[in-house]
């Protein structure tokens, strides 16, 4: 008997019509779903419910119902159990929550009789040092961004891959992203696309204050180090997957490089990545 692990937004799902679908589904075939104590709370409490820790560390799987950004919340909970995540975009874009809405009962039938795939999708470790001590350690998989605030100075930023001296951008701000991050800020910021199976890491200047700098790629195996510049403003933030910040001060420094953990992405469909990016590129022009 299988445990699902449902995590909707609640902004997206606001009067849960589609988190009481699934809840359906998964009851009528016998599996067993997991949900915090505010969703079943919100379900008149016909199901138990259980800690966010336990959901993540019990699920066989985890639905989230939402947007890519909902996604990327979950995944880098999810990775440190290795529990697979398959995601219901209820938002606009959805690189990551492949599955639209209307396909979602089909979706869960496939996993119901174990037709689909698992895609292992690299992420990255991010730790900030003073005076040669970490102090904090993050998980992203997306990217991790060095950016100023919206007052402070151009950043000098000192990069180094394998503590060997690349240059010193003069920018607003850095972007290193995993392959399934290279279609979100990296995108954005001009920097290259890469396969999402692909071990690699690109680093891509925000606004350069130089002619030359343009983004460049680095393999899963290398190791990032950027220094802030010493006369650099302090209202610099470190942030994962744009979601979680941390303050920087002058001279701290900042090792990225792959982490030991993995997303897990459930594939139910055929479509491969190149139909996803031409469908979703087509309808951002759109």
Not at 6 to 31: A, E, F, G, R, Y
Request: aromatic share 6%; hydrophobic share 40%.
């Amino acid at each position: 008997m299988k445990k699902v692990g449902i995590i909707p937004n609640l902004d997206k799902d606001i009067d849960l019509v589609t988190t009481k679908q699934l809840v359906q589904w998964i009851h009528s075939k016998q599996w067993i779903p997991l949900m915090t104590e505010p969703i079943a709370d919100k379900l008149n409490h016909l199901y138990p419910h259980s800690t966010a820790e336990e959901i993540y560390s019990a699920a066989d799987f985890l639905i989230v119902l939402g947007g890519d950004g909902t996604l990327l919340g979950v995944s880098r909970h999810a990775a440190l159990h290795d529990t697979p995540v398959m995601g219901v975009n209820l938002g606009t874009l959805g690189f990551l929550t492949e599955v639209e809405k209307a396909g979602m009962i089909s979706a869960l039938e496939c996993l119901f009789t174990g037709n689909y795939s698992i895609q292992k999708r690299m992420m990255l470790e991010a730790s900030i040092l003073t005076q040669s001590t970490i102090h904090d350690t993050f998980i992203a998989l997306n990217d991790v961004g060095i950016t100023r605030g919206s007052f402070s100075r151009i950043i000098d930023l000192h990069i180094y891959i394998n503590d060997q001296f690349v240059d010193v951008f003069p920018a607003d701000g850095i972007i290193i992203s995993t392959p399934t991050g290279s279609t979100a800020y990296n995108l954005s910021a001009g920097g290259p696309i890469l396969n999402p199976t692909s071990e690699m890491m690109v680093i891509t200047p925000i606004c350069p204050h130089t002619l030359y700098a343009r983004s460049f790629v680095v393999s899963g195996d290398d190791t990032i180090k950027i220094l802030i510049g010493q006369n650099t403003s302090h209202d610099i933030l470190l942030t994962m997957d744009g979601q979680i910040g941390h303050p920087l001060r002058n001279k701290d420094i900042i090792l990225i490089r792959k982490s030991k953990y993995y997303t897990s992405l459930i594939k139910t469909s055929n479509t491969n990545f190149y139909d996803i990016l031409r469908k979703k590129i087509a309808g951002v022009r759109k």
